[in-house]
């Protein structure tokens, strides 16, 4: 382990930036919590580091990522991973069933919640299937998964076709305090299709997946979760039409929360054409409108869209080199998300830094039931992002940690520079200032 | 050239006036001319098309241009070589110019900037087929003087039409309306754009036509489910002699080939239409000769 403990540290004069606002202060941390917060803290004893004119973030907490690993590790494994997600702020971090063989029993979750301490760069949460081997046929142990660590089941990759199944999986779920995550993509209207179904769509004869794919699956779950009296997440919302029905859900008291990616507020259709349909643009489900951008951008304003999640999901470069349609989807989201939302979202004046920061931590913490985590104040974890507001980078290959670089974002120039990540007070990635 | 959508209607303007002039060397007792002399052409087929490669094939040779061709199966994408790769390994050979056909929609695209020579797209997808557009634009020319302000119907499945989509595009750029004529579910989404109007009556899409394009219709369609069966298809869309009375006497009727007689086009009709569809194929020539010549001399992808 090359992070090194930091028993005492008194972080001066950061603009401490919070879900509800921000403001000058010192962080005092000891033992890996934050101990007080506040003007002119004094602690004679304490390792000083100077952060006037920084901000600090509470670290950052990905319900949604692929590391791909067991079964991939060509593409991505826990220490890459890791190292990728301190790079981004990220403190914890859920990664999802779709491996092989599937997060599917407690052996499974265990090995994968020890790999990750091993590295021991973020807390890694496993998410469990919601059925064996993600087939949608049988339901996992819903039980046994979380008293392996898995505070989220999901099938991620696939709705539950069988509408009978999720509502016992709803029912169950109650028993065993696990939150149930949806992919929602209706899968004989979406037939694997590769953009969103739009005017570009037709212009170009890609083949296309209507926004309904996604929205339709959503208002079955939402039903669901109302009938049920069960808890419902919502994984990668990409379309406007999920965001009204989630807006509706909400208003009617249903138990629904929600995450978008930053992807699905940059970019849009129109930006695939313009990348000469580039197949770092293809993900699923696909980029939407201009108009689908608006209304997530509205949501994440209001906390109707509670979190944003990274998707993180690595691709190797030979199969991101076939042609759009015949390339995999995904985007490698874990180094780029939080300097992309400040340059499109907040710098755009879309949103607040504290919205950022409230869908970044503190809203993602409070769905995945933490209460150690997401806020910069007395008796939290001390998960800090350090970041320097008014620097760009230029992501490149060279300084990129996931094993992959499937990234619309590379050589593009963003604003915002991580600078120091810590994990419950220990330095976990700092920046490598070169010159 | 990978596609019509880009390519301004001067450049259509210019290839159609050197078809012209190359339409004569075909006639000539030596059916050849320098013009591409020393040049290195790659006939890259990623999906079989034995019509339109030899069509490239001999308007290269009678530009004395060197041809190989190089058909590779889309297993070998499957197996870890991608199209990227392919063009660069084949780029070691200092080709001038790359005629490819590809499965996939926009393929293309992404390849310009991995190799010096020019491109011509001879099929990516369901998105272009430029060459098709341009011959079939040009016999509309030679036929009626113009393209100009025309009324063109596009009958069938558009949605999966490459042929489709470069007419479209192309008979735009000269101010002509476009009508696209086919079951809903073979009809692209979102065509409201300037100057395409979608009917789903063929009786009465085709009245005051005066360019009838017909589509090939494939099999496959039916089984998943975009039209319940080829006989209903066929009793709604193919030109039979009562639908063809509708249209102005002079209305041409072009097919990219080969034509599903009964299908696409009552077989009676076949002493009227097959002269003209035969004549596409003569024009193909010429026109491919011009596109050939016109992104040989000047290095470039149109
Ligand atoms: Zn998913």
């Given amino acids: ?435 | 050239m990978l596609g019509i959508k880009a390519l301004p209607r001067e450049e259509i303007e210019a290839i159609f006036s050197l078809a012209k002039s190359f339409q004569e060397i075909s006639t000539r007792e030596v059916k050849k001319v320098p013009a591409l002399r020393g040049k290195t052409l790659i006939n890259l087929f990623f999906e079989n098309s034995t019509r339109t490669r030899t069509s490239f094939e001999l308007a290269a040779k009678r530009l004395s241009a060197d041809v190989v061709n190089f058909s590779a199966s889309s297993s070998s994408l499957a197996k870890g070589e991608t199209i990227i790769d392919t063009v660069k390994n084949l780029e070691a050979y200092h080709p001038d110019i790359f005629v490819i056909r590809v499965g996939s929609s926009a393929a293309l695209y992404a390849l310009t900037q991995h190799t010096e020579a020019s491109i011509v797209n001879a099929g990516d997808g369901r998105n272009e087929h430029p060459t098709q557009a341009l011959l079939d634009m040009f016999t509309v020319s030679q036929q009626l003087g113009s393209c100009e302000k025309l009324k063109v119907l596009i009958v069938g499945d558009i949605l999966h039409s490459r042929v489709a989509r470069s007419n479209m595009f192309g008979f735009r750029k000269f101010a002509s309306q476009i009508i696209l004529c086919g079951p809903p579910s073979l009809v692209p989404f979102d065509c409201a754009e300037e100057g395409i109007r979608v009917e789903y009556d063929l009786d009465a899409a085709v009245e005051s036509a005066d360019v009838i394009i017909m589509l090939r219709v494939q099999q496959e369609r039916q089984t998943s489910a975009f039209f319940p069966s080829l006989r209903e298809y066929s009793k709604n869309y193919a030109l039979t002699p009562r639908r063809l009375a509708r249209a102005r006497k002079d209305a041409l009727v072009l097919h990219p080939g080969p034509v599903n007689w009964d299908v696409e086009i009552h077989s009676s009709l076949k002493w009227r239409v097959h002269p003209l569809i035969l004549k596409q194929a003569e024009n193909g020539l010429a026109v491919r000769m011009a596109v050939l010549f016109s992104v040989g001399t000047k290095k470039r992808t149109l």
């Avoid at chain 1, 499974?108 to 990750?116: F, L, S």
Wanted: glycine share 8%; with cysteine; charged share 25%.
């Fill in chain 1, 1 to 435: 382990m090359n992070a090194k403990h930091e028993d005492e540290m008194i972080i001066r004069n950061a603009t401490v930036v919070n879900a509800d606002g921000e403001r000058e202060a010192d962080v005092w941390i000891r033992n890996g919590k934050i101990e007080a917060v506040g003007r002119g803290l004094t602690r004679p004893a304490a390792r000083e580091v100077d952060a006037r004119g920084k901000h600090l973030f509470p670290g950052f907490v990905d319900l949604h990522a692929h590391l791909r690993t067991p079964g991939r590790e060509d593409e991505e494994d826990f220490a890459s991973g890791s190292r990728a997600a301190a790079k981004g702020g990220f403190t914890t971090l859920f990664c999802m069933p779709n491996t092989e063989p599937a997060i599917d029993l407690e052996g499974i979750a265990w090995w994968v919640r020890e790999e990750g301490r091993r590295v021991g760069l973020v807390d890694i949460y496993p998410v469990g299937s919601i059925t064996r081997e993600r087939k949608g046929k049988i339901l996992t142990e819903f039980c046994a998964l979380r008293h392996a660590g898995c505070r989220t089941l999901s099938d991620d990759g696939d709705s539950l076709a069988d509408s009978l199944l999720m509502r016992r999986a709803f029912e169950y779920a109650k028993l065993a305090d696990v939150l149930l995550v949806s992919h929602c993509e209706d899968a004989q209207l979406s037939q694997g299709n590769s953009m969103r179904e739009s005017r570009i769509s037709s212009r170009y004869g890609i083949s296309a997946v209507p926004d309904i794919a996604e929205s339709i699956i959503a208002a079955r779950d939402i039903a669901l979760a109302q009938y049920t009296g069960g808890r419902l997440h919502l994984a990668h919302v990409s379309s406007a039409k999920t965001v009204t029905l989630l807006r509706q859900a909400r208003a009617a008291g249903v138990r629904v929360t929600a995450e978008t990616c930053p992807h699905y507020l940059v970019f849009t259709v129109e930006d695939v054409e313009k990348s000469g349909f580039d197949s770092h643009y293809k993900v699923n489900p696909p980029l939407g409108t201009a108009d689908d951008r608006a209304a997530l951008r509205a949501a994440l304003r209001d906390g109707i869209l509670d979190c944003v999640a990274t998707d993180h999901a690595p691709h190797s470069r030979i199969e991101k080199e076939l042609p759009f349609e015949d390339a995999p989807f995904g985007i490698n989201g874990l180094e780029t998300a939080f300097s992309a939302l400040y340059t499109h979202l907040v710098l755009t004046g879309a949103c607040t830094l504290p919205q950022i920061i409230r869908s970044l931590s503190f809203a993602p913490a409070a769905v995945a039931g933490f209460t150690d985590r997401g806020a910069i104040a007395p008796g939290y974890t001390a998960d800090l992002v350090l970041a320097d507001l008014s620097r760009c980078w230029t992501v490149t290959e060279e300084e990129w940690c996931s094993k992959s670089v499937n990234t619309p974002f590379l050589s593009r120039k963003l604003s915002g520079v991580i600078e120091c990540t810590w994990y419950r007070g220990r330095i976990t990635y700092q920046e490598q200032r070169s010159g």
